[in-house]
């Protein structure tokens, strides 16, 4: 197996914050290791291929199979977890220059709230202005 982008130092990070694989009571096809399909979907999100491009190759599993893998884990919010203790680890280590963090106000809470957002004008196009009223007028009008 290709363990191009995940270290061993990494995953024994990352492993821990993973949930233990299903149990399948009728046997079938053995489960992709979960460092591969980690591996399979860094690749796509670091070259910017399809899913369905991912070589079998590289012992990453199919493209079907990290994106679902990738998906059950956002949706267990291992991506939340992962991204929080690394943070945390990097800071510890004083890897992280926090003279370049900028906040984005959309993730800073207001608990009081705040004022009202004004109406926001439309970006699509506008419909022309018609000059003539009805169909009768127009044929009136030459």
């Not at 197996?1 to 990494?10: F, G, K, P, R, W």
Request: one cysteine or more.
């Amino acid at each position: 197996m290709n363990s191009a982008y995940v270290t061993d130092e990494l995953w024994a990070v990352i492993a821990p914050l993973l949930p233990p694989p299903k149990p399948k009571p009728k046997g079938g096809r053995p489960r992709l290791d979960d460092r591969a399909a980690l591996n399979g979907i860094l690749f796509v999100l670091v070259t910017g291929i399809g899913w369905e491009r991912l070589p079998n190759e590289l012992g990453f599993g199919s493209g079907m199979t990290c994106w679902r893998r990738l998906r059950d884990w956002h949706q267990a919010g291992i991506w939340q977890r992962l991204h929080h203790t690394l943070l945390e680890r990097l800071s510890h280590a004083d890897k992280i220059d926090w003279s370049r963090v900028c906040v984005d106000a959309s993730y800073v809470r207001a608990p009081k709230g705040g004022t009202k957002p004004g109406q926001i004008p439309p970006t699509g196009a506008r419909p022309e202005a018609t000059t003539i009223s009805s169909p009768t007028d127009a044929a009136f009008r030459w």
